[in-house]
């Protein structure tokens, strides 16, 4: 079965250091997403892409975030200075249509920021 | 706004009892459900959807939800839990093209 594959697993980093998160979708999905769960939290959505560009950003996903689709099978989440509060579990997914469709998700990245 | 509410943080059940997990929804019109598993270190896996029809839907491993317009709820049931099943579930929706996931219920499998 088809799967999102993410990478790292596990990343520690230090405050202030920048990170990259690494996703592949499924090769013949074309909507991709991030969403981030706080230890203990909820799973919240971050960022949402389509045709090369973001269609929709939560509210959390400020100017230290930033997505690309840099080579057509990678799907990266960066970090520019990460902050302590940015420790989470970074599920990457995608799917093959938009509106009700059926989100295939990833294993997740953890990242600890010390 | 949308959201998601599962009342119950933690559960524990005995091994081989029935399990029911509650969700409830705050959506204007009928939107996507979705419940969602996510075991021990590993991703979210898909249990069932409900996009319209049949109230009732079967997923995978056994599990069943069924949709109450009236109740705005879509419960999470299986009649006879397996140890294997303890993780924590999320029960979720769709209002437009992403998704909006609840807090998330724990369960707890006693043998």
């Known amino acids: 079965e088809p799967e999102v594959t993410q990478t790292p697993s596990h990343q520690v980093t230090q405050m202030g250091q920048e990170v990259i998160l690494r996703c592949v979708p499924i090769?013949?999905?074309?909507?991709f997403y991030w969403y981030r769960q706080i230890l203990g939290q909820k799973v919240e959505f971050l960022v949402s892409f389509y045709n090369n560009e973001i269609s929709e950003k939560s509210e959390i996903f400020d100017d230290q975030f930033s997505v690309e689709r840099p080579d057509g099978s990678n799907f990266t989440l960066k970090i520019r200075s990460t902050k302590l509060e940015d420790s989470a579990m970074y599920f990457c997914?995608?799917?093959?249509?938009?509106?009700?469709?059926?989100?295939?998700f990833g294993a997740g990245s953890r990242l600890t920021v010390l | 706004a949308q959201s998601v509410t599962q009342p119950d943080i933690h559960i524990t059940v005995s091994e081989g009892a029935s399990l029911e997990l509650r969700c409830n929804y705050s959506y204007g019109a009928t939107p996507y459900l979705f419940w969602y598993v996510q075991s021990p270190g590993q991703g979210l896996q898909l249990l069932l959807k409900y996009f319209s029809g049949d109230t009732l839907v079967q997923g995978i491993k056994g599990f069943e939800a069924e949709f109450k317009r009236s109740q705005s709820s879509f419960n999470l049931r299986k009649p006879s839990v397996h140890w294997s099943d303890a993780a924590e579930y999320f029960c979720?929706?769709?209002?437009?093209?992403?998704?909006?996931f609840g807090k998330g219920t724990r369960l707890h499998i006693l043998p």
């Open positions: 979720a929706v769709a209002p437009d093209d992403k998704i909006i």
């Open positions: 090769s013949n999905h074309l909507y």
């Open positions: 997914a995608s799917s093959d249509s938009s509106g009700a469709n059926v989100l295939t």
